[in-house]
């Protein structure tokens, strides 16, 4: 059974989404106290992440569909597989600069600040922005659209990268033959397994490093706390003294959680932006969480999920052990 099978039969968190706007059409300011950065799918009343697990990874295989080739994003999953009609949130304040194509579904690419851009495919037709919006983050883009090939397959691909278009990628002269067509925006989505280039060197990005260092920098020490996404397959859950790969840290006695609890966060650590993984073991996530007003423990913010595997037999997704929400 798979960390994902294990977490299907719990319950999940319920989040009041009210309170910090979540899924808001309307353009608001955001508080300097929130993250800038947030997780890119929510179901109506829950936080973002919650409910979902990714089951391709960035730099992960496809099998099923897509054997041989690297995942340039993340392909974010109901925990029941289906995730038609799930909101799609902007990770970030940024602009609109493409909506169109047809993925199966809309493309919606926006621009950030420090040259990212963010990208969503597989939406409903009816989307809720334009061309030339400006975004907040937590504002609804649209829905995951139900695909009408095979329902079960219904999720949202989502990539973060430092190009619009590139010309050996989605531009001019894109290699290996991989491209949506002449300068393209949305690009191919995958690429070759035994290309000598990895998707990070071409300007992809691991997306839950960027939205984990850059919600950081701004969650910890304030009023940001991390929730258990859901009742996980053992209610200990390990932790250390310190980061485990570093000198002098030491494992502790396990920690009881349960869906819903709550932990005032103190540090966060992710790997690099650019990690450059083939499997869900490039991902790399850990919450320094407050368990009493004088301690505070590392834990691992992520699991591997088998529930699909690269053709090594190595599991290409993750499920999410803890999440960032933000008091309102």
């Known amino acids: 059974m798979t960390v994902r099978d294990q977490l299907l039969t719990r319950r999940t968190v319920v989040a009041a989404a009210a309170s910090i706007g979540l899924g808001s059409s309307v353009r608001r300011r955001v508080d300097a106290a929130e993250p800038v950065w947030s997780y890119p799918l929510a179901w109506p009343g829950r936080i973002p992440g919650d409910g979902f697990f990714i089951k391709h990874g960035f730099g992960c295989e496809n099998p099923s569909y897509y054997p041989g080739l690297r ?10 597989e289906n995730a038609a009609g799930a909101d799609v949130l902007a990770v970030s304040d940024g602009t609109v600069v493409y909506a169109d194509y047809d993925y199966p579904g809309r493309v919606v690419i926006l621009e950030h600040t420090g040259g990212l851009f963010s990208v969503y495919g597989h939406l409903d037709y009816g989307l809720a922005v334009a061309v030339g919006d400006a975004i907040v983050r937590g504002e609804r883009l649209g829905a995951v659209l139900a695909r009408p090939d095979e329902f079960a397959r219904s999720h949202l691909h989502f990539e973060i990268r430092t190009f619009y278009l590139r010309d050996e990628v989605n531009g001019d002269h894109p290699l290996h033959g991989f491209t949506c067509g002449y300068r393209c925006p949305p690009g191919p989505g995958y690429w070759p397994l035994d290309a000598p280039e990895h998707p990070a060197d071409l300007g992809w990005l691991n ?4 939205i984990a260092r850059r919600m950081s920098a701004h969650a ?10 859901s009742e996980i397959s053992s209610p200990q859950q390990p932790t250390w003294s310190g980061l485990p790969w570093r000198d002098g840290s030491i494992q502790l006695e396990g920690i009881e ?11 966060v650590k992710p790997g690099s932006d650019a990690a450059r993984g083939r499997n869900a073991a490039g991902y790399r996530l850990w919450y320094q969480i407050e368990i009493r007003s004088d301690e505070a423990v590392w834990a691992n913010a992520l699991a591997p999920d088998a529930s699909d595997r690269n053709l090594d037999g190595s599991p290409a997704g993750i499920c999410f052990n803890l999440l960032p929400v933000i008091d309102g």
């Open 71 to 80: 995942h340039t994003g993340e392909n974010w999953y109901g925990l029941t």
């Open 207 to 210: 997306p839950v490093h960027v």
């Open 220 to 229: 910890a020490g304030n009023a940001a706390k991390v929730v258990v996404a």
């Open 257 to 267: 959680i349960a869906s819903g609890d709550h932990f005032r966060l103190t540090g």
